[in-house]
């Protein structure tokens, strides 16, 4: 018995790469300010300070995006010494504040009483975290992938601190 060939999915418009889909040195920089604003609106809602750009920090979380990308992974980097978080999408052009987004929709599952660590919003925590100061930001792309990484200092998610780094939306 002779195998039919599945019906070829009919082609829609071509979707030229956007550009922030291309690795250029000002795509991304207007990519990784996209990210920095999002990060300080989101941060802001709470009650929590801005955070400043630090040039190590982008040197640092740079270093690891292109490793993610150069290894095609998505992990954390082991033993940081700075907080961190990682997102990678996949079949789509990404501007900088969805990453930002993606992390700050895990306060869904954060729970404000209890205050505590839960791996669930574990991105969430760190955003918010108030006593972060400095963030630093990176992003990789390779084929339709993207790869951002942000890393904070202080580092956020200390154990017994959460109550008042993570505090609830205040408008």
């Known amino acids: 018995m002779a195998h039919k060939r599945p019906q070829q999915i009919p082609k829609t418009h071509e979707r030229a790469v956007g550009p922030r889909g291309v690795d250029t040195k000002a795509n991304n920089e207007l990519f990784l300010k996209e990210v920095l604003n999002a990060s ?21 979380a740079q270093e690891w995006a292109n490793h993610l990308r150069d290894n095609n992974i998505m992990q954390h980097r082991p033993n940081p010494k700075y907080g961190e978080n990682i997102f990678l999408s996949g079949g789509m052009d990404v501007a900088g504040d969805l990453p930002v987004e993606m992390w700050y929709r ?3 599952s954060y729970d404000f ?12 925590t760190q955003l918010i975290w108030k006593a972060s100061k400095e963030m630093g930001a990176g992003v990789a792309r390779k084929a339709d992938k993207t790869w951002v990484v942000c890393n904070y200092n202080p580092a956020g998610n200390i154990v017994g601190n959460f ?3 993570v505090p609830r939306k205040s408008h």
């Open 163 to 165: 109550k008042d780094n």
């Open 106 to 108: 895990e306060m869904s």
């Open 40 to 60: 300080n609106k989101f941060r802001a809602m709470h009650g929590c300070p801005a955070l400043t750009v630090n040039p190590e920090l982008n040197k640092l």
């Open 113 to 124: 009483n209890k205050a505590e660590f839960v791996a669930k919003s574990g991105h969430f």
